[in-house]
């Protein structure tokens, strides 16, 4: 894919990425017509070709050697009046007009010659970090005198180490020309799209008018960038999400590296509050980032430290009252800044590729505590666990889950996965096939945050669902003003239509509860029952044998 030329472009802004792939190139180097005829050089290539260049280079090109499809091609010719052998390098454009890049290799009095490689990256055949920078500063000296405007917006995969360790180096090469199509079809009208480093890339946009125009591009590009990507020789869609960053000229300066330099500073800082985000350059992002990597490095240390933890929140039956479950909420003992909420932290772990270990440190915990339970002859309790979408997307999760079954000595059928809706829809089909396999070991399955991802009935019925669960915005508004309830009702309608067990979260108060009763909803928990306790606490609790909901009744 060589992606230098915007064919969506207008042909003012094709005609100056052209001028700049030729002036930014330390060799010679042509664009010719399919037929070989030259449409514009750099002086390098007009000095060694000389005054008929045009008609040597159609001559040149004979034999084996066309100009059509996607070939790549070189040969040596000896047609240059200092009758010297040149071998030329070939790269088709893949514009409309079947245009080819020519570039002279092993020219003799010629010095500082650079590899194409140096223009063009080789993966992705994008531009890359020095072409970029080139064409930013003539935008740049364009708008010197003007009120122009140049923005440059930095695209970074999230996650990708943990892409690479998952399923291998050419995998994450097909994501990164994936990612590279993605974004090139995402944009129109910009001059350059470009590839910084190995999973960051680049567009940079003239004269937009307004800030929403700017929020608009990056808005469509990481939504366009993440969507999941079936990689040759996987089984299973690969999930890919993207960040951005922001910089603008003459608002952030007008030094090319400076601004290439604050848009992926942005980037860090959008990550730092989670990902699948962008944020514009300010003075404070280069804290941000700074403060993002010392984050991660804690983290990585509270892995290996035992610094994570879970506390249980009780499940309570609306009909009995009685403790039937709890939920494993996973907690962070900073030693630098004390106790940490998953919201502050689950994001960075996806980012930095440390979900593997860190969701399976809660199962397997969950599952050794189940079996102390079981051993200790406490009533029965089911216990659930949340699992991600990048946990669903591994193919090695099923068999992962069988090992801690089965070295834990649990009973399957006391553990409960709690999957985002989202989750489940994203790669029906896959996910499917890994939940019933899950489900065939006796895992109870529940739908998380139920009503949030437009899951229809058809759906449903497909999915090897034993329960759902009501989102908590939903329980929430069950008693705001200018409310009926209606679609926590309705969810527990559709669960219960479909055999479902339906269970409440983030119950918050008494109007709540009894609404949730009088709704014939299963199970609910929250804050009005009880918090999320330290494992001490939940077991007194249990074995106090309290009925939390009568009590409320």
């Given at each position: 894919m060589?992606?230098?030329?915007d064919?969506t472009?207008?042909?003012?802004d094709?005609?100056?990425?052209e001028e700049?792939l030729?002036?930014?190139?330390?060799?010679?180097?042509?664009?010719?017509?399919?037929?070989?005829r030259?449409l514009?050089?750099n002086?390098l290539?007009?000095?060694?070709l000389?005054?008929?260049a045009s008609q040597i280079l159609g001559?040149?090109f004979?034999?084996d050697?066309?100009?059509?499809?996607?070939k790549?091609?070189?040969?040596?010719?000896?047609v240059f009046s200092s009758?010297?052998s040149?071998?030329l390098?070939?790269?088709?454009?893949n514009?409309?007009?079947?245009?080819?890049l020519?570039i002279a290799?092993n020219?003799s009095g010629?010095?500082?010659?650079r590899?194409?490689?140096?223009l063009i990256?080789?993966?992705?055949?994008?531009?890359n970090?020095p072409?970029?920078l080139?064409q930013?500063?003539?935008m740049?000296?364009?708008?010197s005198?003007?009120?122009g405007?140049?923005?440059?917006?930095c695209i970074?995969?999230?996650?990708?180490?943990f892409?690479?360790k998952?399923?291998?180096?050419?995998?994450?090469d097909s994501?990164?020309?994936?990612?590279a199509?993605?974004?090139a079809?995402g944009?129109?009208?910009?001059?350059v799209?470009?590839?910084l480093?190995?999973?960051?890339f680049?567009?940079?946009?003239?004269a937009?008018s307004?800030?929403?125009?700017i929020n608009?591009?990056?808005?469509r590009?990481?939504?366009?960038v993440?969507r999941?990507?079936?990689?040759?020789g996987v089984?299973?869609?690969?999930?890919?999400?993207?960040?951005?960053?922001?910089?603008m000229?003459?608002?952030n300066?007008?030094?090319?590296?400076?601004?290439?330099?604050?848009?992926?500073?942005?980037?860090g800082?959008a990550?730092s509050?989670?990902?699948?985000?962008y944020?514009?350059?300010?003075?404070?992002?280069?804290?941000?980032?700074?403060?993002?990597?010392?984050?991660?490095?804690r983290?990585?240390?509270?892995i290996?430290?035992?610094?994570?933890?879970?506390?249980?929140?009780?499940?309570?039956?609306l009909?009995?009252?009685?403790?039937?479950?709890?939920e494993a909420?996973?907690?962070?003992?900073d030693?630098?800044s004390?106790l940490v909420?998953p919201?502050d932290?689950i994001p960075?772990?996806?980012?930095?590729g440390?979900?593997?270990?860190i969701?399976?440190m809660v199962i397997e915990?969950?599952?050794r505590m189940?079996k102390?339970?079981?051993?200790?002859?406490?009533?029965?309790?089911r216990?659930?666990a949340?699992?991600?979408?990048?946990?669903?997307a591994?193919?090695?999760?099923?068999?992962?889950?069988?090992?801690?079954?089965a070295e834990?000595?649990?009973?399957?059928d006391?553990l409960?996965?709690?999957?985002?809706?989202s989750a489940?829809l994203?790669n029906?089909?896959?996910?499917?096939?890994t939940l019933?396999d899950?489900?065939?070991?006796?895992v109870h399955l529940?739908?998380?945050?139920f009503?949030?991802?437009y899951?229809s009935?058809s759906?449903l019925?497909d999915?090897?669902l034993d329960g759902i669960?009501?989102d908590?915005?939903?329980v929430?508004?069950?008693?705001?003003p200018?409310s009926?309830?209606g679609?926590a009702a309705?969810?527990v309608?559709?669960?219960h239509?479909l055999?479902?067990n339906?269970?409440?979260?983030g119950?918050?108060?008494?109007?709540?509860?009894?609404?949730l009763?009088?709704?014939s909803?299963d199970?609910?928990q929250?804050?009005y029952?009880?918090?999320?306790?330290?494992?001490?606490?939940?077991?007194a609790?249990v074995?106090s044998?309290?009925?939390l909901?009568?009590e409320?009744?």
């Amino acid at each position: 894919m060589m992606a230098l030329v915007d064919e969506t472009k207008p042909k003012k802004d094709a005609a100056a990425f052209e001028e700049a792939l030729l002036r930014a190139a330390a060799r010679p180097l042509a664009i010719v017509d399919g037929k070989g005829r030259i449409l514009s050089a750099n002086d390098l290539m007009n000095t060694l070709l000389g005054p008929s260049a045009s008609q040597i280079l159609g001559d040149c090109f004979v034999g084996d050697v066309i100009f059509s499809g996607n070939k790549k091609s070189s040969l040596e010719t000896a047609v240059f009046s200092s009758g010297e052998s040149v071998r030329l390098q070939l790269e088709p454009l893949n514009d409309r007009q079947g245009r080819w890049l020519v570039i002279a290799e092993n020219v003799s009095g010629v010095t500082g010659l650079r590899s194409a490689s140096e223009l063009i990256d080789p993966l992705t055949g994008l531009a890359n970090r020095p072409l970029v920078l080139t064409q930013i500063k003539h935008m740049l000296d364009d708008i010197s005198d003007t009120d122009g405007s140049v923005t440059v917006m930095c695209i970074d995969l999230d996650g990708f180490d943990f892409i690479n360790k998952t399923y291998g180096r050419p995998v994450g090469d097909s994501v990164l020309i994936e990612a590279a199509a993605r974004i090139a079809r995402g944009v129109r009208g910009s001059n350059v799209i470009g590839r910084l480093m190995e999973d960051c890339f680049v567009v940079v946009v003239p004269a937009l008018s307004s800030l929403e125009q700017i929020n608009a591009i990056a808005q469509r590009l990481i939504s366009t960038v993440s969507r999941p990507f079936q990689a040759p020789g996987v089984a299973d869609p690969v999930i890919i999400s993207a960040s951005g960053g922001i910089a603008m000229a003459p608002e952030n300066g007008l030094d090319a590296e400076s601004l290439v330099q604050f848009a992926e500073t942005a980037v860090g800082a959008a990550k730092s509050g989670g990902y699948g985000t962008y944020q514009f350059y300010t003075s404070s992002s280069g804290g941000e980032i700074r403060e993002r990597r010392t984050r991660i490095s804690r983290l990585n240390r509270a892995i290996e430290s035992d610094e994570l933890f879970l506390h249980y929140q009780p499940k309570v039956s609306l009909a009995s009252g009685d403790i039937v479950g709890a939920e494993a909420l996973l907690r962070w003992q900073d030693p630098s800044s004390g106790l940490v909420m998953p919201t502050d932290f689950i994001p960075l772990a996806e980012d930095a590729g440390l979900m593997d270990p860190i969701g399976r440190m809660v199962i397997e915990t969950s599952c050794r505590m189940l079996k102390k339970w079981q051993g200790e002859g406490m009533p029965f309790l089911r216990l659930a666990a949340n699992v991600s979408a990048r946990q669903l997307a591994r193919r090695s999760f099923f068999e992962e889950l069988q090992e801690i079954l089965a070295e834990t000595g649990v009973e399957p059928d006391s553990l409960e996965l709690e999957i985002t809706e989202s989750a489940i829809l994203d790669n029906a089909e896959d996910v499917i096939r890994t939940l019933r396999d899950v489900r065939s070991l006796g895992v109870h399955l529940t739908a998380d945050d139920f009503g949030t991802g437009y899951a229809s009935l058809s759906y449903l019925r497909d999915f090897p669902l034993d329960g759902i669960k009501i989102d908590v915005t939903f329980v929430g508004d069950i008693d705001a003003p200018d409310s009926d309830g209606g679609l926590a009702a309705a969810v527990v309608a559709v669960g219960h239509s479909l055999g479902m067990n339906v269970v409440a979260e983030g119950c918050e108060t008494r109007t709540q509860l009894d609404f949730l009763r009088w709704r014939s909803c299963d199970e609910v928990q929250g804050y009005y029952l009880s918090p999320p306790l330290p494992v001490e606490e939940f077991e007194a609790l249990v074995l106090s044998g309290r009925r939390l909901g009568a009590e409320h009744a």
